[in-house]
């Protein structure tokens, strides 16, 4: 990784830009595996998948086809269903807002 240049508060300021940018990067990665994984258990426990769009939040179009925003969210029978009719896409994983999505699932009885 590239050394952060100048001195004093130029240095502190290149810091602390590439240290947001990772905390980012690693926070959507984070948010991708815990859906997956949250979706996963669901199945694996016999129970249904719900896409629940983020309370407040501006949200992208793949979002908007594939979550709803009253409890619990969208429902699909499985997370196979959810990813033969998404095409794959999960919250954060393939939608347009991509690592800043907020969106999640959860298992519904």
Known sequence: AAMAGGTGAEAIGSLLDLLNARTAMYAG??????????????????????????YGAAH????????????????????????????GITPGDGTDCKHWCRCELSAVE
Not at 29 to 54: D, M
């Open 60 to 87: 992208c179009a793949t979002c908007l086809a594939f979550g709803e925003d009253t409890p619990p969210g969208r429902v699909y029978e499985s997370m196979d269903d959810l990813l033969a009719e998404t095409g």
């Open 29 to 54: 990665a984070w948010w991708v595996l815990f859906n997956r994984v949250t979706g996963e258990q669901a199945q694996a426990h016999g129970k249904r998948v719900a896409w629940k769009l983020e």
